[in-house]
């Protein structure tokens, strides 16, 4: 069994916040991980688990929608206290098969850019999964995995009344094609995912939203051994989660919510009315280019931009956004397992022309805002 983990400092000041929140933020964070493999006449069996650990403070990490997915747990619940969150990834493999809490399968993202910008399509979800190889670096993947925490909610009203509910968790289908080459690899995969109303519908009970998602990585040996550009696309009707799920941004609201300093707008699979269910769409593009200056020095910039597009001239009027971001850093490694990683980063959110701002007279919304980022992690790993 090997035993291993990360211990890291994280810390990061934004010119825009919002009242009641921290320009300033930091955290401190152990993850401790076991790795336990053993070849069988079935294949490799595997058992993993990692628990992280972290304290933290500032908004980014406990807005009002995290302590309801029970990733940020606070003494009274207000943005500007200290925090302390939990997570875990854990699963056993035996051959091709995975049961447990990893990755999703179609995770696409900016691998450098995951604290400050958009990172792409979610993170770890409970799943079933096999992998069938094809010899040569080629593999296909299909899962189930349940998207609880992927799921954005049904925005509107139905005969009940319900609003802005996660109705049902019946689980995502996954078939991912992928590939690792010399030059690089590649992944596309695609996603059905379930979109039920809150409330009852006179005419619909439910939708079948999907997502598609792609990335490929170039190796590029011309500029230096361990030099490579990532990009990303992601696409899906019903499904924002698979394609916007891992945006990281000054959170707002309850758990369809999102935004920017004083911009709120909302995350939604889709809009309900009394007798009809319309799945929003989302799109996802980003990349990121690395350059291996030295043997201790990685130096990286990268960007991404996110669309969601709302149906309702009413609803996407107030949830219809934008989202810009880019971002450049380095990465020293001086000695092996040690990184100090500084970084500065520029996003913006807005909505479409026209929408009007609301708010209470001490925090009103607007309708688009931007923020200018400087931060700097120190880990180690062991």
Do not use: C
Request: proline letters at 3%; zero cysteines.
């Amino acid at each position: 069994m090997k035993i291993g983990g990360t211990a890291a400092f994280h810390t990061y000041g934004a010119t825009t916040y919002r009242q009641g929140t921290d320009a300033l933020n930091s955290q401190a964070a152990l993850t401790v991980s076991l790795d336990a493999r053993n070849q069988t006449e079935y294949g490799l069996l595997r058992s993993f688990a990692a628990l992280t650990v972290a304290r933290s403070s500032g908004s980014d990490d406990n807005s009002g929608s995290q302590p309801r997915r029970g990733q940020w747990f606070t003494g009274n619940g207000g943005y500007n206290n200290l925090q302390t969150g939990f997570n875990t990834v854990a699963f056993v493999q035996l051959g091709g098969l995975t049961f447990g809490r990893l990755n999703t399968v179609a995770l696409v993202g900016n691998p450098l850019l995951l604290h400050t910008t958009l990172g792409g399509s979610g993170g770890p979800v409970n799943q079933i999964s096999y992998t069938q190889s094809f010899g040569g670096g080629v593999s296909a993947t299909l899962a189930v995995e349940d998207a609880a925490e992927l799921r954005n909610g049904v925005s509107g009203s139905g005969a009940n009344g319900t609003v802005d509910a996660i109705p049902n968790n019946i689980p995502d289908v996954v078939l991912s094609l992928d590939a690792a080459q010399s030059w690089g690899t590649f992944k596309l995969a695609g996603v059905y995912h379930n979109v039920a109303p809150a409330g009852r519908l006179t005419t619909a009970n439910s939708e079948i939203g999907y997502a598609l998602v792609s990335q490929v990585k170039v190796n590029l040996p011309m500029l230096s051994a361990g030099s490579a550009i990532n990009v990303f696309g992601a696409y899906d009707k019903g499904a924002s989660g698979r394609t916007l799920g891992a945006t990281a941004t000054d959170t707002i609201g309850d758990n369809t919510s999102m935004g920017i300093g004083d911009v709120n707008t909302g995350l939604v699979d889709a809009v309900q009315t009394p007798t009809d269910l319309k799945l929003a769409t989302h799109w996802a593009l980003g990349g990121t280019l690395n350059y291996q200056a030295t043997k201790e020095v990685n130096t990286y910039v990268g960007g991404a931009y996110g669309k969601q597009d709302v149906p309702g001239a009413n609803t996407g009027a107030t949830t219809d956004f934008t989202y810009y971001t880019v971002g450049l850093g380095a990465i020293w490694s001086p000695v092996a397992g040690f990184t100090v990683n500084p970084e500065v980063a520029y996003r913006k959110l807005e909505k479409p022309a026209g929408t009007t701002n609301v708010g209470t007279s001490d925090n009103v919304y607007k309708r688009s805002d931007d923020q200018y980022i400087v931060r700097l992690r120190v880990a180690r790993s062991f």
